[in-house]
């Protein structure tokens, strides 16, 4: 039996990237699970090699109605939802000067609301299924400070308030709500797809790395899923740093 048999789960941007090695990691493990986000060929693609226990919605996370109509298909489709990993995000790497308001804005609407969405699209499922776990991706940038991030880390930062903050109101429900912190990982946003100059600037920034390399998204699924299992029953509003040692070498 998987650590996540009988489990529901919502999972966002899981199309690629860390949120690709979730949805297979879930699936191995016995969840039941719902892939979404906004590149409907290739998350269609993935749940269809999944099996019977993965399906893809589309999904803006921006999107508080969309929110509601996948809550309402994945309740359709599986029943109750137990768990959700709010993965989706986004991140644009110039100094402060250089990035205009919309640029903030666009940073604060998917890292941060389209958590709080999630959030509260959920809670009531969870609340009717007698609990669940929430999983919000946040940064090493969400506990410290970067060049180039201002945005970013503003955005992260905010998401490790409204860990805490939920995790103090939804106790009572069962509902257990806490972040992953992840350092430099290996996906499409920081390599192949990225600027050269933000593939540069973590280039030099994994010299610091106390474990001398970038981590594999797979690195990050271990945790999550721990967070999601019954396992860390009494785990709530903390956050785990995967980072390979690198905030403590700073």
Known sequence: ??????????????????????????????????????QDEVGQALADSLGENAVYMHLDVTSEEQWADVVAKTIEKFGDITVLVNNAGYGKFLIMDQLSGADYDLHMKI????????????????????????????????????STGTAYCAAKHAVEGLTKAACVEYGKDNI????????????????????????????????????????????????????ASDDSSYISGTSIIVDGGYICHI
């Open 1 to 38: 039996m998987g650590l996540l048999e009988g489990k529901v789960a919502i999972i966002t941007g899981a199309a690629q990237g860390m949120g690709e090695k979730h949805a297979i990691r879930f699936v191995k493990e016995g969840a039941k699970v719902v892939l979404t986000d906004i």
């Open 111 to 146: 890292n941060f609301m389209g958590i709080v969405y999630g959030m509260k699209a959920v809670v009531e499922s969870m609340r009717k299924a007698g609990g669940g776990s929430i999983i919000n991706i946040s940064s090493v940038d969400g506990v410290r400070g970067a």
């Open 176 to 227: 257990r709500v806490n972040n992953i912190n992840p350092g430099i990982i290996k996906t499409p946003m920081s390599e192949g797809e990225a600027d050269p100059a933000l593939v540069e600037f973590l280039k030099q920034m994994e010299k610091g790395i106390p474990l001398a390399r970038r981590a594999e998204p797979e690195e990050v699924s271990g945790p999550v899923v721990f967070l």
